[in-house]
């Protein structure tokens, strides 16, 4: 019962903590490792992608995000990416939803837009760090069936 007891008071400070992050005026600053190998398309066999990901907590559970990333595709192709989201937190259980759009730029002189939706979970490892796991859809707005794909991402972040 006192185990249970002291589970239960350290989770209800995990979430008084993590909520305080979501307030207005705080900043964010994150990196992630993207792709992990899972792909929509049929042309990519493998993706890895590094995203440097900046916000600012604009409203209470709403956050604006810049992104820069670079991308690694099957064996020779590679990309730079440029982006920009909105982000709201589900305070109660740490819970984001992600909208944005991303330019995509290809060294074989190939550029796309992307519309990218993402879902994912803010865990709190202390009162500044979190470790966010997410899912996201990248929808190719240029050849839909073959370049737009899901993956799934793990970053970190900081809130200060």
């Not at 995203?51 to 604009?58: C, I, P």
């Not at 050849?143 to 799934?152: A, C, L």
Request: proline share 1%; net charge neutral.
């Amino acid at each position: 019962m006192k185990k249970v007891f002291l589970a239960s008071i350290f989770a209800l400070m995990g979430i008084a903590s993590a909520s305080a992050q979501f307030e207005k005026g705080q900043f964010y600053g994150g990196a992630s490792a993207s792709g992990l190998g899972v792909s929509y398309s049929e042309t990519t066999k493998f993706a890895l992608g590094v995203d440097a990901l900046a916000g600012y907590t604009f409203a209470d559970n709403w956050m604006v995000l810049a992104e820069v990333g670079y991308n690694f595709q099957n064996s020779n192709t590679q990309s730079l990416t440029v982006g920009g989201r909105c982000r709201y937190y589900i305070v109660q259980n740490g819970i984001f939803l992600s909208a944005g759009a991303t330019y995509q730029h290809l060294f074989d002189n190939y550029d796309d837009f992307y519309l990218t939706p993402e879902v994912g979970y803010s865990f709190f490892l202390n009162r500044h760090v979190t470790l966010e796991p997410s899912i996201y859809y990248n929808m190719s707005l240029s050849d839909f069936g073959n370049k737009s794909r899901f993956g799934i991402k793990v970053g970190f972040g900081f809130f200060f």
